[in-house]
């Protein structure tokens, strides 16, 4: 018994170390959609329970339950993110092994168990804090319990219940589950034409189990038509389906093509950093052979039902990328995981068979040394060995270290909050990003950091903000202080990084004492009040940029705007109109680079609008006019009166001055 262990044990001893060696190490950090499901699952805790989470453009809700108990058990941290889709996938690996071991043979479920430990695809996968990571292993639990009466008239009656269920949890898990479980309704019709006393076993458990999925789903569904908003990533991915109800099929096509070399040739892999070397094939040059190998026997077994099944389950898993293309793909593919690692199985145990290498013997079984491995035991260890290496290598070396994954994964943020948490730097705290909105380094901070509720965000290149009382201010090389605010900070102390960091390091200042006084100039909604207005340099050639200042002070962070998703924060927006004198707008700026969703209440928030003259403007001065609007609605913030009654929605700042060059 310990002799046909022993085997599989390994395996999935392997597959552990790959996936838990360094595991918030590498990768080294958080990327955005990793941290908002982070985001969800504290919130989670918190007591914020939803049916849908409107974050990542809309996701499923499985995946931010099991992070929060997950949390729940090892506590708030980024460990516990990523232990479930550790977890997860060496449950999918051993659904697999076990659908195939009946599906196949044994020896079969071993090699591709052994492929799914070692490729770099599923280690990846297994590592990232993403929703997706989960649905191999409901997809496979789906497959055994729709397998149980493929085979025999004795299968349990009510395995349709639990096929059911586990595809409705797929569901709720993925976007590409919408697609797979075509996989089960496409079999039934193969088995119609095939095999009709099969088809006459299971179709009427299969259609139980889809009706039972169906309803348990609709709820979900129902949401989503009547919360449109909630989901917006559909309508960001269906390019190639509105091409192809014109009538034009290249996309499709072309993304065909692409889904299918993604796996096999240089170059055609998954090209986003975050979940890939950019262009890296699925498979190494080896496992890539015997992938095609097992994708020809299988459509030459074609009339068998278990390779039928496997093409079919490969086929309908891949389709994401038809619609989407290579980007992403290791993602949006994962539904088709467990089938893409068996076919190298199928091709190599097809060529062991040809070569007459039967029952990992010798031919005619003269071994003579019958203690010594077999000749086909030699070769999938040599092979697993060489895809283990070069995985190995690939991801903790190539990749993990790489500078541009750093970057991706926002390793200076990282090192910013340990900065914070290690010297106890007090409150209140100002960090500086190129991400400053809710939805991106803040939820990296909620997830690493103990004093994320208190930190303001901005973009030093043109926003800051002075607390009332003081503070400290984070700034990464990569949003060094626009230098008219330079003035207003000193240096504490600067930390640096690796130097081939695409962020080498960061530094800490102090926030000196605001250097503005003096009367209000204009009442915003009683939410925000402008202080200052100025231009740094009195005159502006045409064709240059001028640079006007803006000081406001918040008075009440809750009057600025509506609350808007994902986070249910204000999102407003500063704009700058310099007019023409005829009634239009002579040039125009935008932004708001200290977000409104982090102020509090006696914050000074500074703004610098850079505004481009155009090279025809005429000599002469310019009325300039600032106001605030909200970002979703477009409503502007009422201008009050001292009466407190509203009158225009802007302020007058002094006149922009166009001086001969």
């Known amino acids: 018994m310990l002799k046909k262990t022993l085997p599989l044990l390994l395996i999935f001893l392997i597959a552990v170390g790959l996936r838990s060696y360094r595991l918030t190490a590498v990768p080294p950090g958080l990327t955005h959609d990793e941290a908002n499901h982070g985001r969800e699952a504290l919130g989670i805790l918190d007591g914020d329970l939803r049916f849908y989470f409107p974050a990542n453009y809309g996701s499923e809700p499985v995946y931010s339950y099991t992070a929060a108990a997950s949390m729940l058990a090892f506590g708030e941290n980024l460990l516990a993110l990523r232990l479930v889709n550790v977890l997860f996938g060496l ?40 929703r997706a ?55 039934l019709v193969y088995l119609a034409l095939i095999d009709r006393d099969a088809f006459r076993r299971i179709w009427r458990s299969t259609l139980a189990g889809l009706a039972l999925a169906g309803a348990l789903v609709a709820p979900m569904f129902v949401y989503l038509a009547n919360n449109p908003a909630a989901q917006t990533r559909l309508t960001m991915l269906d390019g190639p389906l509105q091409a192809l109800r014109d009538g034009n099929l290249t996309p499709i096509v072309q993304n065909a093509g692409e889904a299918f070399l993604a796996f096999i040739w240089p170059g055609f892999g998954d090209q986003f950093l975050a979940y890939n070397i950019p262009g890296r094939p699925v498979f190494d040059g080896v496992t890539a052979v015997f992938f095609l190998i097992g994708l020809l026997i299988s459509i030459w077994r074609w009339k068998q039902p ?79 060995l ?8 690939d991801y903790f070396v190539r990749w993990g270290e790489s500078p541009d994954v750093r970057g991706a994964y926002q390793h200076t943020l990282v090192e910013e909050l340990a900065f914070l948490d290690a010297h106890d730097v007090e409150p209140p705290i100002v960090i500086s990003s190129v991400y400053p909105g809710p939805a991106h380094d803040p939820s990296i901070s909620l997830v690493l950091s103990p004093q994320a509720a208190g930190i303001r965000w901005i973009d030093a290149r043109f926003g800051l903000i ?20 330079a003035g207003f900070v000193e240096m504490v102390t600067a930390v640096s990084l690796r130097d081939d960091d695409l ?50 002070q918040v008075t009440d962070p809750t009057r600025v705007g509506p609350a808007v998703p994902p986070f249910d924060t204000t999102d407003v927006v500063l704009f700058t109109q310099v007019l023409d004198g005829a009634g239009g707008i002579l040039a ?22 850079p505004i481009v003259v155009p090279p025809e403007t005429a000599v002469g001065s310019y009325q300039t006019i600032v106001g605030v609007y909200d970002k979703l609605s477009g409503a502007r913030l009422s201008l009050l009166n001292a009466d407190g009654a509203a009158t225009k929605s802007f302020a007058t700042a002094p006149p922009l001055q166009v001086s001969a060059p």
């Open 91 to 130: 449950a999918a690996m051993g659904a697999a092994y076990a659908w195939t071991a009946r599906a196949f043979d044994r020896r079969t479920a071993l090699i591709a168990a052994g492929v799914t430990a070692v490729t770099f695809w599923p280690v990846a996968s297994s590592r990232e804090a993403l």
């Open 306 to 384: 278990n390779y039928a099944f496997l093409l079919i389950w490969f086929g309908v898993g891949i389709v994401p990328s038809l619609l989407t293309g290579a980007t992403a793909n290791t993602t949006r593919n994962l539904a088709a995981l467990p089938a893409a690692m068996l076919l190298p199985a199928v091709g190599f145990m097809a060529v062991m068979q040809k070569l007459e290498i039967r029952d990992w013997r010798l031919r005619n079984n003269q071994s003579p040394v019958s203690s010594l491995p077999s000749p086909a035991s030699v070769l999938v260890i040599v092979w697993l």
């Open 466 to 485: 002075f607390p009332d009382g003081g503070g400290r201010l984070l700034i990464p090389s990569s949003t060094s202080i626009h230098p008219e605010l």
């Open 386 to 393: 060489f895809a283990g290496f070069t995985t190995a290598r």
């Open 503 to 552: 962020d080498p390091g960061f530094a800490l200042y102090e926030l000196a004492a605001p250097p503005w006084s003096g009367s209000m100039l204009a009442n915003f909604n009683d939410a925000v009040r402008l202080r200052v207005a100025y231009w740094i340099t009195p005159e502006t050639a045409p064709g240059g940029t001028a640079e006007l200042i803006t000081v406001w």
């Open 588 to 609: 125009q700026r935008d932004a708001l680079d200290a977000p409104s969703w982090s102020w509090q209440t006696g914050d000074l928030i500074v703004q610098i609008h």
């Open 133 to 187: 990571g989960m649905l191999p292993f409901f997809m496979t639990l789906a497959v055994w319990f729709f397998w149980q009466r493929t085979e025999t008239e004795t299968g349990r009656r009510f395995h349709f219940v639990w096929f059911g269920a586990a595809t409705a949890v797929t569901l709720h898990i993925y976007l590409a589950a919408r697609v797979a479980w075509l996989i089960f309704p496409i079999f």
